[in-house]
């Protein structure tokens, strides 16, 4: 591309246009409370910006001048990177140590195929972020940075999308995330000294109740159900030992569960809304883990927590192993990753999922790849539905046979996205996914769920990314959408995510 700019005409409504739509739109509300009016302004804002941007294949991010104000340096960080001189050269990449990355990011989430829990093991941090420019000119290895992210979805639902994340929501426009990072990560390219890492999050929006756990300040959702909240998604320390195989990390803290093509956290993944898979399976996890790299190809993973979605300190903390084996062949071309986690006796407790999860990436091309997954899940004795046994606050029962007061209640899952890089700064994803929840145990309905999502993720330079996106949703056995009402749903939703 040249320096054109992709938010043409053709693209895009003019701005006053959309400005109006989106008055229109939320006009009919009863309900236009301040927190709607400020979450307008916010994404009117955010497209306006988008609406003006210019942009080229040019080198990444730089450090911001040091001279003027931080202000002043703020906006000279963003001009560059969506106006960036297209004289200026690329700067060399920093060395790597192992197989090279299939995939470029942008526009992609990530660059190489993913394993969670640990830093990717001989990959630099090459990340930089208009905040820090403005900062210190990027100088420091300890990182602030983050984003913001508003959303919005049209539904045929009336009061809930629920199971379909993170627009849970129906028919609104939300603040889903206020995210802000502080994090050093080790650098696990040399092979000399020991070094360290830690990361910080701070979390706030309706996405919250998508990483509470029970005993982080999770009354705020568990007892009162709170639109907005805030949660600490992760609070860890790494430690790299260069000289254990081809190294190893050890992350001692909270932590993303870590199987999986999705993530919590908006940035990290090819769609705006999520999977049903994703929707019910364990969410954050508290305990130990290494990871080992064997060799160019293989890597292996084995920890301790104390269970899913609970703090240690709580009552329904259960010692639990993980066990994971990560295989890329040489051509990087395809990747199997394979988990046990969170296993302990699988007794009922809050969220003590046991879990056993595998993904495969597979490219076809340097622009088209796919990720599919598929899991299995279960807990046993979990309290019958209508029975005298209540179950843990903000979970729900099992539909067990007549006559049970506890059983087992098992759940099964598979989902595959496709992704198509048509530009260095657009691609196209379809996903299609499948969820059988044996026993209501996960959803409140016992029945079979499959979805077919199609969604463009869009980049203005490296710091701006919209995702709007079309979705169906069917039930199979009976009516569980929009609390019952219905078996099918189409929305058509989209996030706007704004990196500082």
């Not at 931080?70 to 192992?98: H, K, M, T």
């Not at 790299?240 to 992350?251: Q, T």
């Not at 499959?450 to 919209?466: F, K, N, P, R, Y």
């Amino acid at each position: 591309m040249t320096g054109q700019s992709i938010l043409t005409p053709s693209f895009w409504l003019p701005q006053h246009i959309l400005h109006r739509m989106l008055k229109m739109y939320f006009a009919s509300s009863k309900q236009r409370s301040f927190r709607l009016r400020v979450s307008m302004a916010i994404i009117s804002f955010l497209c306006s910006i988008m609406l003006r941007a210019q942009h080229a294949d040019a080198p990444p991010l730089q450090p911001s001048p040091s001279g003027g104000g931080f202000l002043s340096r703020l906006g000279a960080a963003y001009q560059q990177d969506w106006q960036p001189n297209p004289n200026a050269s690329a700067a060399d990449a920093p060395a790597r140590r192992g197989l090279p990355s299939p995939l470029t990011s942008p526009p992609f989430p990530a660059a190489d195929w993913s394993y969670g829990g640990s830093p990717v093991l001989g990959e630099p941090d090459t990340n930089m972020y208009p905040l820090m420019s403005a900062l210190n000119g990027a100088k420091s290895r300890i990182k602030i940075y983050g984003w913001l992210e508003p959303s919005v979805n049209g539904s045929t639902s009336r009061d809930s999308n629920s199971p379909e994340l993170n627009d849970v929501y129906s028919n609104r426009l939300e603040l889903a995330q206020f995210v802000l990072y502080v994090e050093r990560l080790p650098d696990s390219v040399q092979r000399d000294h020991v070094d360290w890492g830690f990361h910080l999050t701070s979390l706030v929006g309706t996405d919250y109740r998508f990483t509470t756990g029970k005993g982080y300040v999770s009354g705020q959702f568990i007892d009162h159900q709170n639109l907005y909240g805030f949660d600490p998604s992760l609070e860890y320390v790494d430690l790299y030992l260069p000289h254990v195989a081809k190294g190893m990390n050890l992350r001692l803290g909270r932590y993303i569960s870590i199987p999986g093509i999705e993530a919590q956290l908006a940035p990290n993944n090819y769609t705006f809304s999520h999977s049903l898979l994703y929707a019910i399976d364990p969410f954050t996890d508290t305990g130990l883990l290494a990871t080992i790299k064997l060799s160019d190809q293989w890597l292996v993973q084995a920890g301790i927590s104390a269970s899913h979605d609970v703090a240690p300190w709580t009552d329904d903390a259960k010692p639990s192993g993980t066990v994971c084996v990560d295989y890329t062949t040489k051509s990087v071309d395809d990747n199997l990753y394979l988990c046990a986690n969170g296993i302990n006796s699988g007794a009922y407790a809050y969220n003590n999922l046991q879990q056993y999860d595998g993904t495969w990436y597979h490219r076809f091309s340097k622009n088209l790849h796919m990720a599919t997954e598929a899991w299995y899940m279960y807990m046993r004795d979990v309290p019958a539905n209508g029975g005298p046994l209540t179950p843990e606050p903000n979970s729900l029962g099992a539909a067990c046979l007549p006559g049970q007061l506890r059983c087992t209640a098992p759940e099964y899952a598979a989902v595959n996205f496709i992704q198509d890089q048509l530009s260095p700064h657009d691609f196209l994803s379809l996903r299609n996914d499948f969820l059988n929840d044996k026993k209501a145990q996960r959803t409140g309905y016992q029945t079979r769920y499959s979805e077919a999502t199609l969604s463009w993720t869009h980049w203005v330079g490296s710091t701006v990314q919209i995702r709007p996106e079309i979705r169906f949703d069917h039930a199979w056995d009976r009516r569980s959408y929009d609390n019952g009402r219905d078996r099918n749903q189409f929305t058509i939703a989209s996030d706007l995510i704004f990196h500082f």
